[in-house]
């Protein structure tokens, strides 16, 4: 449920912010009082969005793999509200292919989105924080940064990538006040899986996996990140918390049959 003032004033990045669970932390942390700069490459979405959601929301078109992009988007939210105190590090994508068959083009397409993407958007946030005298960083993972999916290398590996990134953020960014910490999500109902969640035998596949027994909204999300980069986790910095309905409790199902 959101607390109307917990993030009163701060000003918030949000990259990927015109979906799924960038778009739901949005809104959250609009709800409870913080100014949003939300970065997506749909320029379209972000239109709509600012249209509807009014002063203290910006959309900034920005491609998260491209650092001039990024350092553009944080003089953006410095520029427009004053400085930037909380970052979620949301926007990714995969392309799919086991080892054998994956393109070299479709293995640097998700690992620069996910892995390098989150490198840049640090970087740049985590330089406008330390001139504020500090901040909160929230990396979005997954829980394939632990399990490992059948044709899922580049997405997985970046994944990993990210939970490790966090660490070494926490440790190179106390000094500045900077806390790094990750969300490692299950499964949830976004766009990103729409295709995959279509097919009722694949759907099948993930539930029996899934103690709980469901899928996630983008909602249920928000709680656990924004609690990571709330003054209640002051001295958390450096954690993984996964947010799966138990999954990584049971292992990933078999894709085998489906993915090549
Ligand atoms: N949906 C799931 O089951 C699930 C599970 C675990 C982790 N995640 C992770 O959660 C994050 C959000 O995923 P989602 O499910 O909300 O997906 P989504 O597709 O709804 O949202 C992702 C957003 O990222 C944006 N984006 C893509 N490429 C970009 C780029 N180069 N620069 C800037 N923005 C870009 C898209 O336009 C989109 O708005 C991703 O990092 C994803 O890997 C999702």
Redesign the pocket.
């Known amino acids: 449920m959101a607390m109307e003032n917990r993030f009163k004033d701060k000003v918030a990045v949000v990259?990927?912010g015109?979906?799924?669970?960038?778009h739901a932390i949005s809104r959250r942390l609009l709800a409870e009082g913080a100014k949003v700069v939300a970065?997506?490459?749909?320029k379209d979405?972000l239109d709509a969005l600012q249209a509807e959601l009014g002063d203290s929301f910006v959309g900034v078109k920005?491609?998260?793999?491209q650092e001039a992009h990024v350092e553009a988007l944080v003089g953006e939210a410095v520029e427009r509200f004053g400085g930037l105190d909380i970052a979620f590090n949301?926007?990714?994508?995969?392309k799919a292919g086991t080892i054998i068959n994956l393109s070299e083009a479709d293995w640097d397409f998700t690992v620069d989105?996910?892995l390098k993407?989150v490198f840049l958007s640090m970087k740049h946030e985590a330089k406008a924080m330390t001139k504020r005298g500090g901040g909160a960083i929230v990396n979005?993972a997954?829980?394939?940064a632990h399990v490992p999916m059948y044709s899922g290398s580049a997405y997985a590996s970046a994944?990993a990538g990210v939970e490790m990134l966090t660490k070494n953020g926490a440790l190179e960014m106390a000094r500045n006040g900077i806390r790094v910490n990750a969300i490692l999500?299950?499964?949830?109902e976004?766009?990103?899986?729409a295709g995959l969640l279509q097919s009722e035998e694949i759907t099948a596949a993930y539930m029996e996996r899934i103690p709980m027994g469901r899928?996630a909204k983008?909602e249920e999300m928000t709680g656990p990140a924004l609690f990571l980069a709330s003054d209640d986790a002051g001295y958390v910095s450096g954690a993984s918390l996964l947010v799966d309905g138990a999954w990584a409790t049971s292992g990933y199902p078999d894709l085998s049959r489906w993915f090549s």
């Open positions: 990259t990927g015109a979906s799924g669970v960038g970065a997506d490459i749909n979405r920005t491609d998260v793999t949301v926007a990714g994508a995969s989105l996910c993407g979005v997954s829980l394939n994944k999500p299950g499964l949830i976004t766009p990103l899986t899928a983008p």
